[in-house]
């Protein structure tokens, strides 16, 4: 691609701030958490467990209320209404119903003298989930993503491209890796925990803005239900395994959530400010008496 030879002065800055900057985007949905009481960790640096390169994050958060402990890694694409984000989905199977999360029960070692059997001390298990109130079975669960617009020339023929959101979608899941391997440990846990008990989870989260974000839902024999609609949460099911060579098992992260800046929002102040709807969500509602 050809580049113009034409100096780039401040008003095609401005123009590119105003419009299209991921950063500019990135802080407001950093702004958006931070007034929630979201303490987050803004920029910065992460190995990709594939390539072994580093690359830079946009924005994390780990957040413990009561017994649990939800850490996140959020990539920002400020996509625009011109060439919206478009999630096809179908309903949700019984066996991508779950979210998998380390349980952390405290107990004690036992000892004979002074010697501790330390591989008998292990506090922290991971758990299966299939109750779980965020993904149920039957609901809409994103197979496929694309981005859509049209070509500005005298056809105007449709542009269709999934690369760029898969490059934040991949991000967010490569993000995530040394943050699973974090709550993994019983050490980290335990400080984290104010009592003996903790389900810890880890969401990957891509965000953009609002109106930009578009569903369309289909049966599973392909027949689609209704007209596409805007929204502002798609869960995206990637059934992604993590393995740190952990001794009480690897952890599979279900669910890639996308959401606009309303989505985060909503979902922040619904669930991380109340213990029992956190916990509602990875538990299920309680069963009466």
């Not at 939800?70 to 990539?75: F, K, Q, S, T």
Request: contains cysteine; proline residues 6%; aromatic residues 10%.
């Amino acid at each position: 691609m050809r580049l113009r030879s034409d100096p780039i002065e401040e008003d095609v800055l401005e123009e590119y701030l105003g419009s299209a900057s991921d950063f500019e985007f990135e802080l407001r949905i950093l702004r958006i958490l931070t007034d929630l009481g979201i303490h987050c960790q803004h920029g910065g640096q992460y190995q990709d467990p594939e390539t072994k390169k580093f690359r830079e994050f946009d924005i994390r958060f780990r957040h413990t209320l009561a017994p649990v402990t939800v850490v996140a890694a959020l990539e920002c694409k400020a996509v625009s209404k011109h060439f919206p984000l478009l999630v096809s989905t179908v309903p949700r199977s019984d066996h991508e119903a779950y979210i998998e999360a380390y349980v952390f029960r405290k107990r004690k070692s036992p000892a004979w003298g002074e010697t501790f059997i330390t591989n008998l001390n292990q506090n922290v298990t991971a758990r299966r989930l299939k109750s779980a109130m965020i993904y149920p079975a039957g609901m809409p669960v994103g197979k496929s993503t694309a981005q859509v617009g049209r070509r500005d020339n005298s056809d105007g023929e449709l542009l269709v491209n999934d690369k760029e959101f898969f490059e934040k979608w991949l991000q967010a899941v490569q993000s995530l890796d040394d943050l699973v391997e974090q709550i993994a440990s019983q050490d980290y846990l335990e400080k984290r925990s104010s009592s003996d008990f903790n389900i810890a989870f880890p969401l990957p989260i891509v965000v953009v803005p609002n109106g930009c974000l578009w569903q369309a839902d289909f049966q599973v024999d392909g027949r689609r239900t209704g007209k596409p609609y805007r929204t502002d949460r798609v869960p995206i099911y990637i059934g992604r395994i993590y393995n740190h060579n952990f001794p009480h098992s690897s952890l599979r992260v279900s669910h890639l959530e996308v959401m606009t800046e309303d989505g985060i929002t909503s979902f922040v102040a619904s669930y991380l400010k109340d213990p029992d709807r956190l916990l509602s969500l990875v538990q299920g509602p309680k069963k009466e008496t």
